[in-house]
Every structure is written in structure tokens, then in C-alpha cells.
T-cell receptor
Framework: DVKVTQSSRYLVKRTGEKVFLECVQDMDHENMFWYRQDPGLGLRLIYFSYDVKMKEKGDIPEGYSVSREKKERFSLILESASTNQTSMYLC??????????????FGPGTRLLVL | QKEVEQNSGPLSVPEGAIASLNCTYSDRGSQSFFWYRQYSGKSPELIMFIYSNGDKEDGRFTAQLNKASQYVSLLIRDSQPSDSATYLCAVRGYGGATNKLIFGTGTLLAVQP
């Protein structure tokens, strides 16, 4: 069974704080993804990584950065949290290989509230 | 036009009925299609995927794909109250260095006991 874990289920931060969200997967997956999910907007891709130290911008990277120092761990960083970053953050991972069948598996999510 | 469109619902069906969830997509080159179920406050979990035209069955779930019409659907037979959730359709395009998924906003299904 694929297991993707996220460091926190709920976080409350203040505007301007630096926020770290951690994601760990135990299936040796090459690909890892960070999404945010907001009502009416669905899941939107923030950043993804297909290898250690590699990162690619997704659809909404502004205000975020990422770090992937080890294969199993992918961190999302909010450099200076703002209220419009209040959201549910979801991490996912997938095994590189068959482009058609490759499947993303999600972690439990972190619900972030920025005051 | 949104890349992946779903009716937001709620779709209400009685217990034991067939629930039919629909999804249309705009990129004609899309290669594979995924259905995820998401309970309120939880993360998406994969139900099934399909990449060939036609039907694919897995237990009570059947995915149907029609690439010519750019349409994918999920049928849930013998719907149970535990099937009440939001169902997300996700589409993978063709080409590029990544296997990015585009998600619809989901359809809320309510199965009435």
C-alpha cells in the first residue's frame, strides 16, 4: 500500500510568518506534487518534482517555494504567509514510468488557516 | 472553457439506484482519465482509471470513455449511503516532460437511505 504522510493535519499561522509543510512517501516514488484545494476551484497544482533537487512550477507557484533534498520528502514553503493562502494543501506522489497508467496517491492533507 | 468540467451537483439518488457521474474535457490529446472519491474533510482516494475507449468495470464501479465526444463517466451500481462523497474527474494530457493531471471541481453525490 502506498503511504503518503503530511506533517500536520491542521495549522494556524499569522500573516507574514514563514510556513513549512512537509510530505513524506514510503514507496520510492520519483514524482511528488503539491496542490491546494479551494471550494469551487478544485485542485490546483502549485509545484511538482520528478527527482531529488528537481522542481517545476505548476499553475499557481506565486508565493510558494519547494525543497526536495531526499527522494521521499517534499516540502512546501510559504515564504511570508498571507490570508489568501488559507486553504487545504494536498501532497501526492506517483511512480515514474508508464505515462498513461501513472497514478497519483494523496496524503491526508493539511488545512492551513492564516490569520 | 474549463479544461475539465463536471456538474457540481448535488446529485441525489436513492439507495440501491445507479448513480451516473459525468465529466467532459477540452484537450483532444488527453490520454488517461482518473476518478477519485473525496469524503468531506478528507483527501482524494483513487477509484479507478481508464485510457481506452469503452467501459471498464471494477466491482460496483464502471468507467466509460468516449474520446470522440471527449466524455468520461463513472457509474456506481447499487449505490450505498457510504458512497456519498465528492467525485473528482482528472485528466492527463499528452506530451511534455511531466505527467500533470488536470482536475475537475467535482460532483457531490448524496445517496439517500
Amino acid at each position: 500500500d502506498v503511504k503518503v504522510t503530511q506533517s500536520s493535519r491542521y495549522l494556524v499561522k499569522r500573516t507574514g510568518e514563514k510556513v513549512f509543510l512537509e510530505c513524506v512517501q514510503d514507496m520510492d516514488h520519483e514524482n511528488m506534487f503539491w496542490y491546494r484545494q479551494d471550494p469551487g476551484l478544485g485542485l490546483r497544482l502549485i509545484y511538482f518534482s520528478y527527482d531529488v533537487k528537481m522542481k517545476e512550477k505548476g499553475d499557481i507557484p506565486e508565493g510558494y517555494s519547494v525543497s526536495r533534498e531526499k527522494k521521499e520528502r517534499f516540502s512546501l514553503i510559504l515564504e511570508s504567509a498571507s490570508t489568501n493562502q488559507t486553504s487545504m494543501y494536498l501532497c501526492a506522489s506517483s511512480l515514474w514510468g508508464d505515462r498513461v497508467r501513472e497514478t497519483q496517491y494523496f496524503g491526508p492533507g493539511t488545512r492551513l488557516l492564516v490569520l | 472553457q474549463k479544461e475539465v468540467e463536471q456538474n457540481s451537483g448535488p446529485l441525489s439518488v436513492p439507495e440501491g439506484a445507479i448513480a451516473s457521474l459525468n465529466c467532459t474535457y477540452s484537450d483532444r490529446g488527453s490520454q488517461s482519465f482518473f476518478w477519485y472519491r473525496q469524503y468531506s474533510g478528507k483527501s482524494p482516494e483513487l477509484i479507478m482509471f481508464i485510457y481506452s475507449n469503452g467501459d471498464k468495470e471494477d466491482g460496483r464501479f464502471t468507467a466509460q470513455l468516449n474520446k470522440a465526444s471527449q466524455y468520461v463517466s463513472l457509474l456506481i451500481r447499487d449505490s450505498q449511503p457510504s458512497d456519498s462523497a465528492t467525485y473528482l474527474c482528472a485528466v492527463r494530457g499528452y506530451g511534455g516532460a511531466t505527467n500533470k493531471l488536470i482536475f475537475g471541481t467535482g460532483t457531490l453525490l448524496a445517496v439517500q437511505p
